[in-house]
């Protein structure tokens, strides 16, 4: 009878021990799920920061090129007036001029 009960009493301990290495492995599990999760997050995030700077320079070199046409075409359209300015000026001086010979 004195060796069923401390079988029964190594059984329990052994069982005890076993639960406890089964809680140990469950926290270690736990923790390197957390420390995974982590590192995905993080992955994540990085990934998304470079995407949001690679759209924010897209956007940037698109508006410095809009602005250089805008620039360009006023550019453009100063130098026509300018020409066409010239061509009325000679014009009016031409006006003016047979004004005061025919006078």
Do not use: W
Request: aromatic share 0%.
């Amino acid at each position: 009878m004195e060796e069923i009960i401390k079988r029964i009493v190594d059984a329990e301990k052994e069982a005890e021990e076993k639960i406890e290495r089964a809680k140990e492995e469950a926290k270690k599990i736990i923790e390197k799920a957390k420390e995974d999760a982590r590192a995905i997050e993080e992955e994540i995030l990085a990934k998304a920061r470079a995407e949001g700077e690679k759209l924010v320079e897209n956007a940037r070199k698109e508006g410095e090129e809009e602005a250089k046409r805008i620039l360009s075409e006023g550019e453009e359209e100063i130098e026509n007036m300018k020409i066409k300015a010239t061509q009325n000026f000679e014009n009016a001086v031409a006006i003016a001029l047979e004004l005061v010979r025919g006078s």
